[in-house]
């Protein structure tokens, strides 16, 4: 039925209403072009897409994919945002990280953007010690700092709070996170804290410093460490309701206890999912405080960081357009605030330049592209309304079943967490293997003479808990390789490229064979006789058609010449041919083992 607008004048009005049925039918017949006979359901299942979980995303969502009613911004579940006003007055809290001294960084990023400061003190990051000299010059009743101290935060904490006395600033003017969090380090390194030095950061803060909170539920170990986003929701579920019962032992009320939490989750450019992630962890937490008797106070402080799984060493330009796309989901999904790690931070410290793009990337949406002048504006999207749903229930049940299993630190130390993210990261990499999860610059579209980015090495971050992975792990060990290669012999592996018929039948093959291969560090060489190129292995390019009219004969040739290995770029069952490269293949392994014949440890 189409709705008429209230001056009478439909658009629409001469054209029928179209069904489901009719879109699907219409899909039926692309589909049976393709070769695929599916008819009713099945074709609209056939463009569907499976993620993580046990989610799946339809290619279509229409009013009949409903979800639970989202509320009101500032109202329980707060899926809409924790605060009325969303980030209307002034966008979100740019928070910008440092594990380092450098001079004038610090006020460098204060008076160029950013509005909150996030130090990674002790193991890993700035001595205690140098705190006073790291805020030198900063207005500490302005600025609010976020703490990450790790087994040092009760000395940390006591350094800060010194300071705000020191320089004068009223207890009420004090806003930040002392960063407490014991079950993320224990996550990180293996090593359990006592949580009883914490409880009294909270009991402190709760009554002398309003703003400022004592703890933070980091989810980022989780994430890093492969897990999805339902595992990610649901650990750091498990532990804000650890660290509600040990408050609540230490006579918080849930209102005081649940106040003295910041959650900290990881964006990245999948942008649904993150908006979808970060709206269902204001649910799920929602739900928390209203079965402990408090839901007003469910409303979730969010701190979201592009995530550094994602980020990558080759061709690190790209990681601006990632943290990009993830700080736009951050925004759009109700993050509080967001920190945009730099396109250098896999390769070590940041420098100036990085920083200040990172700083500019939420300026600019803030700013610029005005995204937060509407509270929620993912909010009654069919699709994002039901994959918050969706996501929140597959969070809820990992949840309750680390809750079965004696809550996150048992999980944590009988290894039943490691085991489930490696369970996850497994699979994920497999899809990385295959290119299914293509990564643009890495094992897309790789440069092979792109000049190296080098910067200072960042302090090692603490170890001995959970593996921190990346996606571009698989395909960075193989670069390595041609790299070590290039500085003994003054040359990469290469390999021939037998391109046959006309450019029209053997392009597109002939782009993948080489796209496929550089991703391995092996430049291909085309055009002139293989002979000459300097290559041990050769791969046919061309049509369906023309392979079976030359495939076998050209891979008889090649042999002749001294080919010691021939790939055909297709399917096929050709004599003479070794291996077949496709869409789809085990990208690492084709490119691993081809290595290996050619010698390059």
């Not at 605060?83 to 966008?91: F, K, T, V």
């Not at 460098?108 to 205690?128: K, Q």
Request: aromatic residues 6%; contains cysteine.
């Amino acid at each position: 039925m189409t709705v008429l607008p209230d001056d009478g004048l439909s658009l629409a009005a001469e054209f029928p209403d179209a069904t489901h049925e009719q879109w699907q039918r219409l899909i039926e017949g692309v589909l049976r072009k393709s070769g695929k006979e599916v008819s009713g359901a099945a074709a609209e299942d056939a463009l569907s897409t499976t993620l993580e979980d046990g989610l799946r995303t339809r290619p279509l969502y229409t009013a009949r994919d409903g979800a639970p009613d989202p509320g009101l911004p500032g109202f329980p579940p707060f899926v809409r945002g924790s605060r009325p006003e969303g980030g209307i007055a002034g966008g979100w809290d740019v928070r910008q990280r440092h594990t380092a001294l450098a001079d004038g960084a610090v006020l460098a990023d204060l008076e160029n953007g950013a509005t909150s400061l996030w130090l990674v003190l002790g193991e890993g990051g700035i001595p205690v010690a140098e705190l006073g000299r790291a805020l030198e010059g900063v207005h500490l009743d302005l600025a609010p700092v976020v703490l990450d101290a790790g087994r040092d935060t009760a000395e940390a904490a006591g350094a800060l709070l010194r300071l705000y006395e020191e320089k004068g600033v009223d207890a009420k003017a004090a806003r930040g996170n002392l960063g407490a969090d014991p079950l993320g380090y224990e996550a990180r390194t293996g090593a359990a804290l006592d949580f009883a030095p914490y409880a009294s950061l909270a009991a402190r803060c709760a009554e002398t410093y309003p703003g400022l909170r004592a703890l933070t539920v980091d989810a980022l170990p989780y994430h890093e460490a492969g897990g999805s986003a339902a595992q990610e929701l649901g650990a750091s579920l498990a532990t804000g309701v650890a660290y509600l019962r040990e408050l609540s032992e230490a006579r918080l009320t849930v209102e005081q206890a649940a106040g003295q939490l910041e959650f900290r989750y990881a964006a990245t450019a999948d942008q649904f999912l993150t908006i979808a992630k970060l709206r269902a962890a204001r649910r799920l937490w929602a739900r928390v405080a209203e079965v402990c008797g408090a839901p007003r106070a469910g409303a979730q402080a969010q701190h979201v960081v592009t995530s550094p799984v994602m980020m990558t060493r080759r061709d690190p330009w790209v990681n601006m357009l990632r943290t990009t796309v993830a700080t736009l989901a951050a925004g759009v999904g109700g993050a509080d605030s967001v920190t945009v790690l730099p396109f250098d931070h896999a390769l070590g410290l940041p420098d100036a330049f990085a920083r200040r793009i990172a700083r500019n990337t939420s300026s600019i949406l803030i700013e610029e592209s005005h995204l937060a002048r509407v509270v929620d504006p993912a909010g009654g999207s069919w699709y994002v309304e039901r994959l918050t749903d969706e996501l929140a229930q597959a969070a809820w049940r990992f949840f309750r079943s680390i809750e079965r299993d004696g809550g996150q630190a048992a999980v944590l130390r009988s290894g039943r967490i490691r085991t489930d993210l490696a369970t996850t990261w497994a699979e994920r990499s497999k899809r990385l293997a295959r290119r299914r999860e293509p990564i643009t610059g890495v094992s897309e579209f790789p440069l092979l003479s792109e000049k190296p980015v080098e910067r200072a090495p960042a302090p090692e971050p603490p170890s001995g808990g959970l593996p921190r992975v990346r996606r571009d792990e698989a395909f960075e060990e193989l670069r390595a390789r041609s790299d070590a290669h290039l500085a003994a012999t003054g040359a990469r592996p290469r390999i021939f490229l037998a391109t046959l018929g006309s450019p029209a039948e053997h392009t597109a093959r002939a782009a993948f064979a080489a796209n496929l291969f550089q991703a391995g560090g092996i430049e291909p060489v085309t055009g002139g006789r293989f002979e000459d190129s300097g290559a041990a292995e050769a791969v046919l390019c061309s049509s369906d058609a023309r392979y079976a009219e030359q495939a076998e004969e050209t891979a008889r040739s090649l042999r002749a010449a001294g080919a010691r290995h021939v790939f055909l770029a297709g399917r096929g069952d050709y004599s003479g041919i070794d291996s077949y490269v496709f869409a789809g293949c085990d990208a690492v392994d084709v490119l691993s083992a081809t290595l290996d014949r050619m010698g390059v440890s």
